[in-house]
Nanobody, 125 residues
Framework: VQLVESGGGSVQPGGSRTLSCAAS????????MGWFRQAPGTEREFVAA????????YYTESLKGRFIISKDDAKGTVYLHMNRLRPDDSAVYYC???????????????????WGQGTRVTVSS
């Protein structure tokens, strides 16, 4: 069971970055995938999620409009397109997968059954 993230790195404020997460080896059908992030000294924060079957997207309100989640069914990959990045977007971004996702519980870490290792994004000039 693997969630392999890629795309992290350094970016200047105002820039864009796209993270990718490929899922493989799952023993269960994935209903949803998404992203959380955690900056040093802060709690883990939900970023976005997408329903695999319906394509329904969920966002934390403060990031809606700047961050966009998408998926490629054929590749089993989810993407996080991050725009107009700010220093406070710097964090380790974790990919997550769930075998089922209730629409009112999408922001809870316990709703997800698998987590990736994380990829670091640093926004700095």
């Amino acid at each position: 069971v693997q969630l392999v993230e890629s795309g992290g790195g350094s970016v200047q404020p105002g820039g864009s970055r796209t993270l990718s997460c490929a899922a493989s080896g799952f023993a269960f059908s994935i209903e949803a995938m998404g992203w959380f992030r955690q900056a040093p000294g802060t709690e883990r924060e939900f970023v976005a999620a997408i329903s695999w079957s319906r394509g329904t997207t969920y966002y934390t309100e403060s990031l809606k409009g700047r961050f966009i989640i998408s998926k490629d069914d054929a590749k089993g990959t989810v993407y996080l397109h991050m725009n107009r990045l700010r220093p406070d977007d710097s964090a380790v971004y974790y990919c997550v997968a769930a075998r089922e996702l209730h629409s009112d519980l999408y922001a809870l870490g316990d709703s997800y059954d698998a987590w990736g290792q994380g990829t670091r994004v640093t926004v700095s000039s």
